[in-house]
């Protein structure tokens, strides 16, 4: 673990999370722990758009829907039938479950653009039945007044944490395309790559394509019960346009297909918008420029490209290196190569 | 009603026309999808707006200079961001995305949120069949069929549209036949943005501008734009006139029909696609099917 600086790196992250509230005292602090609440959410939320799109290469532009259909669900539950969030929060996320394998049906036969653009479709046919009806699901004001998930906020924020970490493992076991244990990462890239080819080595591709959609609603299902509890509402938002697009540019901004990317992705860029509001005027303006420059210069995202610079593969036996060490520090061989010896 | 429905549907179709068929020119040659696009015509009202109302120029001075300078900045566009991160797609549709963003911002910056009003190009109205058309709106649909007609011909007829037509069957190929590649991306990029910018003059006065009125026809054109099969110019054209027609429908016929018009168009795609995923006109290329 604390050979491959990216993981100490994660580590150190994941103990620092777990003393930020003895930092964060007071009314202002209350403040700041709000937006780390919110960012916690929106990193399951990133994380499983990245395992649905970087991953499997689903490219998914309406990832909004199972956010807000989990949001919507949780929210109708809590408000007609009473339920509390410890049952809710689950049931919202097997509603988001559903939405994904009812977007997975027109996505078995389309691909690359055409899936992006049918997917896209998805939230916003939600959105216009949602205002066509507005007795039943509040229109436009949404459904307000849910339970709290619980008294204090610093419980809401460890809750949070303590969800987001165990959701970011399960995803990042669930891809990870070296693990002994489960095929499913293997499968994945494999379907992205090319997919005819995972067919014809005998891969049902059909059911792993079916799992990523499962998957990836399940989690951003949790993100948007959470968030429906946490902000006490359920509104319109949490399906638009613009929360779809945000989840790509978190993911893409800190480094698409690799589950830390859109971790890193989250954690920058929306505490930047929140401190952004001190500049009403130029904040979108400030936030699309940063991201155009980054897409220029770092097309691979930032946590990638610090990645690559604390990191190195072996060339041999493709372990994971500190960039400064010389030599693999399981197989000796040479890790640059180098003129002269 | 019927031909409220018709003639109104009619004019919707021309205005996603022009949006889609440039949408779908742009997408079939550079194989990218352009979030931006939508900004031209925003952008294009915007100039309407600026020159003949605050400059008080002549309105067809300021049309003509609103199209130039949008053309120009979708050439900038291009050449500045989208052309050195081509190669990757998802890059280019963020990129053009927070584009949109930066040109809605300057719009809200420079001329607030608040909506705001051109004059008609026209006055007056003709009666056909019963139903009132304004002068305007046959004017929309006119310049709109007339530079479809344009469009056609330029692609058809001359050797700029093969040069065009051949980047977009297979880029590499077109290159080794002498056609330079880039500079074809490059007046594809302007031909694309100088019809989205027509479509936003035309259809100034029937519209308020605000800074935000790029978006739904994104939604529409991108609707449209795979129903007619991506990079199929004929099929975005047709696309064009069903999605319009559906709204006009959806709005005429059920209750409610303003918030469920989208809804429908889009319902309209996914089934087509279900049916047949490579959209109405498009052609399933080998690489690119399932």
């Known amino acids: 673990m604390l050979a491959i600086p990216g993981r100490l790196l994660a580590l150190i992250f994941f103990v620092v999370l777990f003393f930020i509230p003895l930092f964060l005292q007071g009314s202002s602090g209350s403040y700041y722990l709000r937006i780390f609440i919110f960012a916690n959410m929106y990193v399951i939320f990133a994380v499983s758009w990245d395992l649905l799109s970087g991953y499997t290469g689903q490219l998914n532009f309406g990832h909004a829907l199972f956010f807000g259909v989990a949001a919507y669900t949780t929210a109708l539950l809590n408000i007609h039938l009473g339920w509390q969030p410890w049952a809710t929060i689950p049931i919202g996320a097997l509603a988001g479950v559903i939405a994904g394998l009812i977007v997975c049906l027109p996505a078995l036969r389309l691909r690359g653009p055409y899936l992006a653009l049918v997917t896209l479709a998805f939230p916003l046919i939600l959105l216009g039945i949602i205002f066509a009806f507005t007795d039943f699901t509040g229109g436009e004001l949404g459904i307000s007044g849910l339970d709290r998930i619980s008294d204090s906020r610093t419980t ?24 002994s244990i489960i095929r499913t990462g293997i499968v994945f890239h494999a379907i992205r790559e090319d997919e005819i080819a995972a067919r014809a080595s005998g891969i049902n591709t059909i059911r792993y394509k079916l799992l990523a959609f499962a998957v990836a609603g399940f989690f951003a299902g949790i993100a948007g ?13 949490n399906l638009e346009l613009v929360l779809s697009f945000q989840v790509i540019i978190w993911t893409v901004f800190g480094g698409i297909t ?32 940063i991201v155009v420059i980054m897409l220029l210069f770092m097309p691979e995202g930032i946590a990638v490209w610090v990645r690559d610079k604390i990191e190195r593969e072996c060339p041999r036996c493709k372990l994971s290196n500190m960039a400064f060490r010389k030599t693999c520090r399981a197989c000796n061989t040479y890790l640059y190569e180098h003129a002269g010896d | 009603m019927v031909e409220g429905i018709i003639i109104q549907g009619l004019i919707k179709g021309g205005t996603y026309a022009l949006l889609a068929v440039g949408f779908s020119l742009i997408f079939g040659v550079a194989r990218m999808i352009n979030l931006a696009h939508t900004c031209f015509y925003m952008l294009a009202a915007y100039g309407i707006y600026y020159f003949a109302k605050e400059l008080e120029m002549p309105l067809a001075a300021a049309v003509v200079l609103s199209l130039l300078a949008t053309t120009v900045i979708g050439i900038l566009t291009y050449r500045l961001f989208i052309d050195r991160v081509r190669e990757h797609h998802v890059t280019v549709m963020l990129i053009t995305l927070a584009m949109a963003m930066i ?22 109205y003709w009666t056909i069949i019963g139903v009132k058309v304004s002068y305007q709106n046959l004017l929309t649909f006119g310049i709109a069929l007339a530079v479809l007609v344009c469009v056609w011909a330029l692609l058809s007829k001359t050797r700029l549209g093969v040069a065009i037509r051949a980047t977009a069957q297979d880029s590499e190929i077109a290159n080794l036949m002498g056609i330079n590649v880039r500079r074809i991306l490059l007046i594809t990029m302007a031909l694309a943005a100088a019809l989205a910018a ?16 790029w978006t739904s ?51 309209v795609m996914v089934l087509i696609l279900l049916i047949r995923p490579e959209g109405l006109f498009g052609v399933a290329f080998e690489e690119e099917r399932l």
């Open chain 1, 156 to 179: 809401d924020y460890y809750i949070s944490v303590a969800v987001m970490i165990v959701s970011v493992m399960i995803m990042w076991k669930l891809t990870d395309a070296g693990s």
């Open chain 2, 198 to 213: 027509i479509a936003g003059a035309v259809v100034t006065p029937t519209l308020t501008l605000v800074p935000t009125m």
């Open chain 1, 258 to 289: 690799s589950i830390y990317g859109p971790v890193v992705g989250v954690y920058i860029l929306f505490p930047l918008m929140e401190f952004l509001r001190a500049a009403p005027e130029v904040r979108y303006l400030i936030f699309a420029g």
């Open chain 2, 217 to 267: 026809p994104l939604v529409m054109i991108m609707a449209i734009v795979v129903l007619g099969g991506l990079g199929s110019v004929k099929g975005s054209f047709i696309g064009a006139f069903i999605i319009g027609f559906i709204e006009v429908l959806v709005v005429f016929l059920l209750p409610g029909g303003a918030f469920l018009k989208g809804a429908f168009a889009l319902l």
């Open chain 1, 225 to 237: 019960a959470f968030h429906a509890h946490f902000m006490r509402i359920a509104g319109p938002s």
């Open chain 2, 103 to 124: 040109f809605q911002e300057f719009m809200i910056m420079a001329f607030s949120s608040e909506p705001l009003g051109t004059p008609s190009f026209v006055s007056g």
